[in-house]
C-alpha cells in the first residue's frame, strides 16, 4: 500500500471528513498535513456527531494512528477542548500525535487575525478569525514558536521577544493593548503539561508506515479555490490544501503518493468572500442549504450555495491529477425536478470559456448551464451503484466527465454506511 491523498476539489466543506472516517476504518495512518482549526470536518458515526477542527477523521478507529503533521497550525486551546468532547463521547485519543515541528497559533495570532478583518471594512476577506492568516505569515517570516519548543520555555522566551516588539506595534497601531510575554508563557507551561507527551517527531512513524506498505490517509483542508496559490486569492486560506502538497506537510518523498480522491459535493458551497460564479440566492439556493444543512462547521455561517460548478471541478482535477472521486450529499438532490450543471463561464465581452480566469475576470463571468433531469426518488437507503435511479447515474456520468476521473465512492447520507462503494466495471 501507499499514500491516498483525499483532497477538496471545490470551496471546501465537501465532506473530506466524511469520506475519511470511511476510509479510516481499513487504515494504518492518518495524517493532516496542512491548515489549523479554521475549518471543520463533520463525521457522524456510531459515537455521535463531530465536528473536528484538528484532531484528524481517523481518531474513531483505535487501531488507526492519527497525526497532526507539520504543514499544519495548532492553536493548544482549540485541540484541548476537541480532544475534551471526544473522550466524554467515549473516542479514546491516545492514538493522536502531533509534530514537533507544527507551528503554535498564539493568542495573539487569533487577536490581530479579528482586528485585520475588521479594518478590512467592505472588502472582508471572510476569514474565520481563528488566527491562521498571522501564524502562517509569522513562519514564514521566521518569527513563529513550533509546538517542540514548548518543551523549553527559554527558547519561547527569546523567540518571543522576537515577535511581540512586532505584534505590539500591530496592536498599537489599531488601537489594543499589548501582549504581555508572562502571560503567554504562563499559558505555553499549561499547554506542554497537558499535550507534551503527543508531541513527537512524526518523520520516523510516517517513514515506517509507508516503507511497511501499510495504509497512510492524507487529510486536506478546505478545497483547490480556496488554495493560497491556484485559489481565490486573496480570499483565500494561508496554506496549500492541493494534493501536491501532501508529501511536504506530512514530511516523505512525492513518489508515495499513488492514489488522489477529490471530494465532489454534488452541488456547490462556500463560506466566505470573493467570486463564487454559481451563487443561488434564490429559493433553490435556500433550498439546497436547507436540505443539505449547508452551515459552517467551525462558524455557523450560512454557506452560499449554487449547482454545480463544472469550471471549477475541470481545474481541480488537473491541479491534483485525481484517481478517483468521492461524490457526496448526492440525496440531497433526490427532490429535484431539474438539476443544472455549468460547463463554461460567459466572460464580460461575450465569449465564452471553460478555462478558470484569475480573480478580477472570475468576478465578472456569468455561468453557462446545461440542465439535467432529475430523478424524484430518495437515495439515502440505496447501498449499490447499479440500485441508483438512473438519471442519478447519468448526472454522475456527468460528474466523471468534467473531472476525467472515475467515481469511486458516492455518500447518499451523513451517516458511516451511508456510502456506495462502486465495483470495477460497474
Keep these: ?74 492553536n493548544p486551546d482549540t485541540l484541548l477542548e ?17 509534530s514537533n515541528r507544527a507551528h503554535v497559533i498564539m493568542p495573539y495570532h487569533r487577536l490581530l487575525d479579528g482586528l485585520r478583518e475588521q479594518a478590512r471594512g467592505g472588502k472582508a476577506i471572510g476569514t474565520t478569525k481563528r488566527g491562521i492568516g498571522p501564524v502562517y505569515s509569522h513562519k514564514a517570516a521566521r518569527v513563529g514558536i513550533r509546538l517542540g519548543e514548548l518543551a523549553y520555555p527559554d527558547r519561547v522566551r ?30 505555553v507551561d499549561i499547554w506542554w503539561e497537558k499535550l507534551g507527551h503527543r508531541v513527537v517527531n512524526t ?38 490544501p492541493l494534493a501536491g502538497y501532501t508529501p511536504v506537510g506530512a514530511g516523505f518523498p512525492l513518489r508515495y503518493v499513488e492514489e488522489v480522491i477529490g471530494v465532489v459535493k454534488a452541488y456547490s458551497t462556500a463560506v466566505g468572500g470573493g467570486p ?18 449547508e452551515y459552517g462547521a467551525t462558524t455557523g455561517r450560512p454557506r452560499r450555495c449554487g449547482w454545480l460548478d463544472g469550471v471549477a471541478l475541470r ?48 468576478e465578472q463571468v456569468e455561468p453557462v448551464y446545461e440542465a439535467w433531469p432529475g430523478w424524484n426518488s430518495p437515495t439515502g437507503h440505496i447501498r449499490r451503484w447499479a440500485d441508483l435511479p438512473e438519471n442519478a447515474r447519468r448526472y454522475l456520468s456527468t460528474i466523471e466527465e468534467l473531472a476525467g476521473a472515475p467515481i ?19
Excluded at 492518518?30 to 477523521?57: C, E, I, K, M, W
Excluded at 520516523?204 to 501499510?214: G, N, S, T, V
Excluded at 469511486?408 to 460497474?426: C, F, H, K, L, N
Aim: charged share 20%; proline share 5%.
Design 1 to 74: 500500500m501507499s499514500a491516498t491523498a483525499v483532497v477538496g476539489a471545490q470551496w471546501g466543506d465537501e465532506g473530506k471528513g466524511r469520506v475519511i472516517d470511511y476510509l479510516a476504518q481499513n487504515a494504518h495512518m492518518v495524517v493532516r498535513y496542512q491548515g489549523g482549526d479554521n475549518a471543520g470536518h463533520t463525521v457522524v458515526n456510531a459515537f455521535g456527531t463531530f465536528r473536528l477542527h484538528l484532531v484528524p477523521s481517523g481518531i474513531f478507529n483505535p487501531q488507526t494512528i492519527n497525526i497532526v503533521g507539520t504543514g499544519c497550525v495548532v
Design 82 to 98: 476537541e480532544l475534551a468532547d471526544l473522550e466524554a463521547a467515549g473516542v479514546s485519543t491516545d492514538n493522536l500525535y502531533l
Design 158 to 187: 527569546e523567540r518571543l521577544r522576537l515577535a511581540l516588539p512586532w505584534v505590539n506595534r500591530e496592536l498599537a497601531a489599531y488601537g489594543h493593548p499589548p501582549v504581555e510575554e508572562e502571560d503567554i508563557l504562563a499559558k
Design 203 to 240: 518523520l520516523p512513524l510516517i517513514r515506517d508506515a509507508l516503507e511497511q506498505e501499510r495504509r497512510v490517509l492524507l487529510e486536506g483542508q478546505l478545497g483547490v479555490m480556496r488554495d493560497l496559490d491556484w485559489g481565490i486569492y486573496p480570499y483565500v486560506t494561508s496554506s496549500n
Design 276 to 293: 463564487f460564479p454559481v451563487e443561488l440566492t434564490d429559493e433553490v439556493g435556500d433550498r439546497l442549504r436547507e436540505i443539505g444543512g
Design 315 to 362: 481545474y481541480s482535477a488537473w491541479l491534483n491529477g485525481y484517481t478517483g472521486l468521492a461524490v457526496t450529499k448526492l440525496d440531497v438532490l433526490d427532490t429535484f425536478d431539474t438539476i443544472h450543471v455549468c460547463v463554461a463561464y460567459r466572460l464580460p465581452d461575450g465569449t465564452i470559456t471553460r478555462e478558470m480566469p484569475d480573480v478580477p475576470i472570475l
Design 408 to 426: 469511486r465512492y458516492v455518500s447518499v447520507g451523513p451517516e458511516r454506511d451511508q456510502m456506495i462503494v462502486r465495483e470495477a466495471g460497474s
